[in-house]
T-cell receptor, first 113, second 114 residues
Framework: AQKVTQAQTEISVVEKEDVTLDCVYE???????LFWYKQPPSGELVFLIR????DEQNEISGRYSWNFQKSTSSFNFTITASQVVDSAVYFC??????????WGAGTKLIIKP | NAGVTQTPKFQVLKTGQSMTLQCAQD?????MYWYRQDPGMGLRLIYY???????DKGEVPNGYNVSRLNKREFSLRLESAAPSQTSVYFC?????????????FGDGTRLSIL
């Protein structure tokens, strides 16, 4: 069975702090993809990044960075120097051999000014 | 760029009423999906259409039907609405079902069943 766990239900930090959102996944597939999506208060879902199971290189995009570690089945997301506009619910998702996206429950991130 | 368009954005129904949620994409994508999002949970797949002319059940298909009208449009029908179907419904599309294809989402339909 495939599963995605985002243990942090809600995180609250003060603007400019760094924050890491955790994602742990379970799968028996050898080929799979991991995704992060952002859902701002307006409600839409915005694709942020994908990572395949054969590429463990970390990725940085501006203030965002992602750390993929197969050894711990984790795909964590860090926001550096957080801003109020980063406030949103962030979802981690897994796509394996059945081609269906399995979603975590999401982490609500609150950035206080 | 419209992307994925869902209508309506909000709807209130009475138990037992029927309703069709509409979804259209203008990205020439082959695959389309319907999800529901409930508080404290991730999205759950209701139905998907890997390509025009095909539809398949997802994780929570009971109480729903779908129609892939053409490549652009994928509708979700509730034949006899129940309070348990109160949720936010998202339509999504992707170039294909393949692993690496991200899904692009509409803005959602907030549906309340009284």
């Amino acid at each position: 069975a495939q599963k995605v766990t985002q243990a942090q239900t809600e995180i609250s930090v003060v603007e400019k702090e760094d924050v890491t959102l955790d994602c742990v996944y379970e799968t028996r597939d050898t080929t799979y993809y991991l995704f992060w999506y952002k859902q701002p208060p307006s409600g839409e879902l915005v694709f942020l990044i994908r990572r395949n199971s054969f590429d463990e290189q970390n990725e940085i995009s501006g203030r965002y960075s992602w750390n993929f570690q197969k050894s711990t089945s984790s795909f964590n997301f860090t926001i550096t120097a957080s801003q109020v506009v980063d406030s949103a619910v962030y979802f981690c998702a897994l796509k394996g051999s059945n081609y269906q996206l399995i979603w975590g429950a999401g982490t609500k991130l609150i950035i206080k000014p | 760029n419209a992307g994925v368009t869902q209508t309506p954005k909000f709807q209130v129904l009475k138990t037992g009423q029927s309703m069709t949620l509409q979804c259209a994409q203008d990205m020439n994508h082959n695959s389309m999906y319907w999800y529901r999002q409930d508080p404290g949970m991730g999205l759950r797949l209701i139905y998907y259409s890997a390509s025009e002319g095909t539809t398949d059940k997802g994780e929570v298909p009971n109480g729903y039907n779908v129609s892939r009208l053409n490549k652009r449009e994928f509708s979700l029908r509730l034949e006899s609405a129940a309070p348990s179907q109160t949720s936010v419904y998202f339509c999504a599309s992707s170039e294909s079902r393949q692993h690496n294809q991200p899904q692009h989402f509409g803005d959602g339909t907030r549906l309340s069943i009284l």
